[in-house]
């Protein structure tokens, strides 16, 4: 089993930056590839950044040159740095974990990008 918690979500102003962390306990040895994910209201969830126990990465384009995925901590942590923050960037953020028999997910944090 995998646990995952996702902080950092907040209100920020178009073209601010925040910082989105997941923290895994549990089995993180099984743990093949971590990444965030978003769900805005209507639509379905969708990949933003997944990073692989290699350290090879991959990025939705619509973040590509905004958005920085990294793991730390022996791979407990996965962080997602968000800069030049759009309104279309508003979402609920996940955190998933990519285990070999199943994949798990955080419980999300609020993103809200607004002036």
């Known amino acids: 089993q995998v646990q995952l918690v996702e902080s950092g979500g907040g209100l920020v102003q178009p073209g601010g930056s925040l910082k989105l962390s997941c923290a895994a306990s549990?089995?993180?040895?099984?743990?093949?590839?971590m990444g965030w994910y978003r769900q805005a209201p209507g639509k379905q969830r969708s990949l933003v950044a997944r990073?692989?126990?290699?350290?090879?990465?991959m990025y939705a384009d619509s973040v590509k040159g905004r958005c920085t995925i990294s793991r730390g901590n022996a791979g407990k942590t996965v962080t997602l740095q968000m800069n030049s923050l759009k309104a279309e960037d508003t979402a609920d953020y996940y955190c998933k974990a990519e285990a070999p028999f199943r994949d798990y997910w955080g419980q999300g944090t609020q993103v809200t990008v607004s002036s």
């Open positions: 549990g089995s993180i040895f099984s743990i093949n590839a």
């Open positions: 990073i692989f126990k290699s350290g090879v990465t």
